[in-house]
């Protein structure tokens, strides 16, 4: 089974892409994107920076109970951020409109992310 740990240092990790995207966002990205790319650029990292500290959240949930569901639900999130920012990112800095379309895919992981660590939660009740 992987190590509760490893959930905590992808959020980690994740959490600080967020800030560094951010930063390069406001600093470097403003006076080359319209502002309609830049705020599609400013939702991906807002979304990642959310899911980092999911991220967090299931790294301690998941060392006080060790449960499939946590794991699976880190996985989902993880896989969000890739999808979801990821071709937020692609598509705000290269203009390429057709990674819209998988943009939802990372959505669907988030809401199922977030599905299974309330299950999760729930059942730990």
């Known amino acids: 089974m992987i190590r509760p740990q490893l959930f905590s240092v992808m959020g980690a990790g994740f959490a600080f892409l967020a800030v ?14 319209t502002p309609d790319m830049l705020a599609v650029f400013e939702t991906g990292v ?5 899911h980092a500290l999911a991220l967090l959240a299931v790294g301690w949930a998941s060392h006080q109970y060790p449960q499939a569901s946590f794991y699976i639900a880190g ?22 409109r057709w990674l819209g379309a998988i943009t939802p895919l990372g959505g669907v ?6 599905g299974m660590l309330g299950w999760q939660f729930f059942k730990q009740r």
Do not use: D, E
């Open 20 to 33: 560094t995207l951010g930063a390069f966002g406001s600093h470097s990205l403003k006076a080359i994107l």
């Open 46 to 50: 807002r979304y990642q920076m959310y």
């Open 75 to 96: 996985w989902l999130f993880a896989a969000g951020i890739l999808i979801f920012s990821g071709s937020l990112y692609v598509l705000a800095l290269s203009g390429v």
């Open 109 to 114: 992981c988030f809401l199922a992310g977030w």
